[in-house]
């Protein structure tokens, strides 16, 4: 009986399929969108066909985290593969939280992106929407990694909402309208928030069409359902959705990765393509509600898991398996190793935080890489999980049992005094290691400063 057990088990690894060299990669994140605001997580308001069907070709990633509850640390961890704090976007004094326009802060040139990781292989490469990552022209994708870009720099809120601020850094009255921009010149100025899905979804299809022959990373971070109070879509679906503006917008989103789908298929590439849909960080708290992180607890902008779990389907035909979930523990983080790893590229030879997580999404019962994972806000540590147990930091530590509880409703901390000390002392690790408030980490990079911001404008 064990012979033929042996023998079964080594037909099966002689006969499994091989992913194939340079696979394409596209990565489409949302921005704001809840861990409940699609149909695959349990939305019951909002119609996206095109996600069900991404999940039923592909993997649901329960417990799949950005490094931050708010958008521009979350996207340095995206293409570091590192905590924001390790790289100096956790939060800036000129700019808190987020970058503002014309801030002299972003992601440091030195920084190797994910992009920049792929392209030395010889990938093309493309971001299309949102960047967030520093506005000036040494922080902009192109010189961080991406032959093309198309997009927005920052929020799509960034407008007379952040007019005193900015005002003030100009040493003036006036502050830069919204800039859609190609590469590094300014094409359109205020942007057509109504148009942003549409445009960024032709121009990804342009890009794909033009690189089929050849591995290409397309990096698609749309600027919807948005940090702005009033999200935005286009004619063909404002006002069609059971939930305003904000499913509207949500609907749209569904509808561009349907046209990713059917592009793939057209090209004859969809074997060869890899694709993941997330979100940067949960829905915010709205009065009244608009996106929804059910069943989870909280909202974005904060450390709970409402604010940092965020819906990830991840999709490539015959190599991961169809119609089937993982609840392992992974993150934004991973997406940088993993890539690397499955095209051939090389990993920065400086410390990272993100894991190669590919055994996670391609094989049945494969465990998380990560013994824990850390919640920061902004550059506090407020937070740490293990496969099972979260522990919110403070003089009164409360602990939830996330396999049963990710509402984080019930606080064990009482019962469970043995966990606590052990999560504790992983949380004392972290501190050493990347800081917390005001004590330095051992092993941190600076952030990227400019010396002489100017405004995008045209």
Known sequence: MRLLLLLFLIHCSLHAKVPPAQPNFILIMADNLGYGDIEPFGSRLHRTPNLDRMAREGRKLTSFYSASGVCTPSRAALMTGCYPRRVGLDWTPEDGHVLRPVSPNGLHPNEITIAEALKKTGYATACIGKWHLGDQPEFLPTRQGFD??????????????????????????????????????????????????????????????????????????????????????????????????????????????????????????????LVIWTSDNGAPRRNPPQGSNAPLGGWGYTTAEGGMRVPAIVRWPNFIPAGSVSDELCTLMDLHPTFAKLAGAQLPERKHDGQNIWPVWSARNAKSPHDHFFYYHTHTLQAVRDTRWKLVLGQNPKLYDLKNDSAEKTNLAAKHPEIIQRLQTAAARATAELGSGEQQGLHVRPVGRATKPTPRIR
């Open 148 to 273: 093309y870009y198309l997009g927005l720099p920052y929020s799509d809120d960034m407008t007379h909402a952040t007019g005193q601020r900015i005002g003030e850094r100009l040493r003036g009255n006036q502050w830069p309208p919204l800039p859609w921009m190609e590469n590094n010149k300014v094409i359109e100025a205020p942007a057509n928030r109504n148009l942003m899905t549409q445009r960024e979804t032709a121009a990804a299809l342009k890009f794909i069409a033009a690189n089929k022959n050849n591995p290409f990373f397309l990096y698609l971070p749309h600027n919807m359902p948005g940090s702005s109070r009033q999200p935005f879509a286009s004619e063909a679906f404002r006002g069609q959705s059971r939930n305003g503006a904000w499913g509207d917008a949500v609907e749209e989103l569904d509808w561009a990765a349907g046209q990713i789908f059917d592009a793939l298929k057209k090209h004859g590439i969809d074997e060869r393509t």
